[in-house]
Antibody, heavy 120, light 111 residues
Framework: QLQLQESGPGLVKPSETLSLTCTVSGGSITTTSYYWGWFRQPPGKGLEWIGSIYYSVGTYYNPSLKSRVSISEDTSKNEISLNLTSVTAADTAVYYC????????????WGQGTLVTVSP | QSVLTQPPSVSAAPGQKVTISCSGSSSNIGNNYVSWYQQLPGTAPKLLIYENNKRPSGLPDRFSGSKSGTSATLGITGLQTGDEAYYYCGTWDSSLRAARVFGGGTKLTVL
């Protein structure tokens, strides 16, 4: 059974970099049948796509976040990482990683999510 | 402001049927597959519908999806109190270099 688990600091100071890791078990991130994506949800608000990575092909980012986001993979650890620079209070959200179909873009497996608060 | 438009809320009685609409444009819904997600309080989204109208294995057929032109619809029959949740539609947007876009979410209340 595929499982995804987000990890990282729950509190980040304004202007610093938010760094999260998604550890995938029960499947390999090197499959070309799926993307691996990051999403977020500010408290009380809807879902927002941050970006996705497709093994050996490349990364795709939300245009509104593109200047601050980077997503990378560590195949030796079967992990996907997210870095978001110059954070502000508006970046406070629950952050999720998920597996997305390469053709459908449907996210069929999600991590439980991790709350990241941006505060001094 | 979400790229896809959903009604903020819908409601119906237990056992009844409800539909949730999702409106977009030719660059997103009109030319790409639509997915639907259910989000119960405090939990991660759960995929309900993919490729416009397909259900993941194990999902009851009370849930259905359809697409016509630049709009999509999620249908839920035989409503249960456990269906009370937020529902989101999502798809690609070809004009935004393969960006994923979502609706703002619809709160379903089972009266």
């Amino acid at each position: 059974q595929l499982q995804l688990q987000e990890s990282g600091p729950g509190l980040v100071k304004p202007s610093e970099t938010l760094s999260l890791t998604c550890t995938v078990s029960g499947g390999s991130i090197t499959t070309t049948s799926y993307y691996w994506g990051w999403f977020r949800q500010p408290p009380g608000k809807g879902l927002e796509w941050i970006g996705s990575i497709y093994y050996s092909v490349g990364t795709y980012y939300n245009p509104s976040l593109k200047s601050r986001v980077s997503i990378s993979e560590d195949t030796s650890k079967n992990e996907i990482s997210l870095n978001l620079t110059s954070v502000t209070a508006a970046d406070t959200a629950v952050y999720y990683c998920a597996r997305e179909g390469a053709i459908t873009a449907a996210a069929d497996y999600w991590g439980q999510g991790t709350l990241v608060t941006v505060s001094p | 402001q979400s790229v896809l438009t959903q009604p903020p809320s819908v409601s119906a009685a237990p056992g009844q049927k409800v539909t949730i609409s999702c409106s977009g444009s030719s660059s997103n819904i009109g030319n790409n597959y639509v997915s639907w997600y259910q989000q119960l309080p405090g939990t991660a989204p759960k995929l309900l519908i993919y490729e416009n109208n397909k259900r993941p294995s194990g999902l009851p057929d009370r849930f259905s999806g359809s697409k016509s032109g630049t709009s999509a619809t999620l249908g839920i029959t035989g409503l249960q109190t456990g269906d009370e949740a937020y529902y989101y539609c999502g798809t690609w947007d070809s004009s935004l270099r393969a960006a994923r876009v979502f609706g703002g979410g619809t709160k379903l209340t089972v009266l």
